[in-house]
């Protein structure tokens, strides 16, 4: 099993920037892609970015390209989420997540991740 746990949301004005980050424990051994999606007040939950367990192999969607850029610490077990040029339409809950183990490539699909955090609250303000 694997445990996550994100912080750093909160409220930030339009133009603003918010650093997201998700603390993995328990079984942090296996080569995990990891990925960020959110969920919008009565919007399904949507894929943000991912990163395989190398860091060598990115993706995210196009609404934050150029602006959302995501990373990670192996040593710290930890994924980061660096959000700029924040926009109203990013407010959501964003949501760290582990793919199922033999998931080499990153992926959009929320099917193939295993491991869910509880969350964390983002408010761009306009």
């Known amino acids: 099993q694997l445990k996550l746990v994100e912080s750093g949301g909160g409220l930030v004005q339009a133009g603003g920037s918010l650093r997201l980050s998700c603390a993995a424990s328990?079984?942090?051994?296996?080569?995990?892609?990891m990925g960020w999606f959110r969920q919008a007040p009565g919007k399904d939950r949507e894929f943000v970015a991912a990163?395989?367990?190398?860091?060598?192999?990115?993706i995210n969607t196009d609404s934050v390209k150029g602006r959302f850029t995501i990373s990670r610490d192996n040593a710290k077990n930890t994924v980061f989420l660096q959000m700029n040029s924040l926009k109203p339409e990013d407010t959501a809950v964003y949501y760290c997540?582990?793919?199922?183990?033999?998931?080499?490539?990153?992926?959009?699909?929320?099917?193939?991740?295993?491991?869910w955090g509880q969350g964390t609250q983002v408010t761009v303000s306009s």
């Open positions: 328990g079984r942090t051994s296996g080569n995990y892609v």
């Open positions: 990163i395989s367990w190398s860091g060598g192999s990115k």
């Open positions: 997540a582990g793919a199922y183990s033999g998931t080499y490539v990153p992926t959009v699909r929320r099917d193939q991740y295993a491991y």
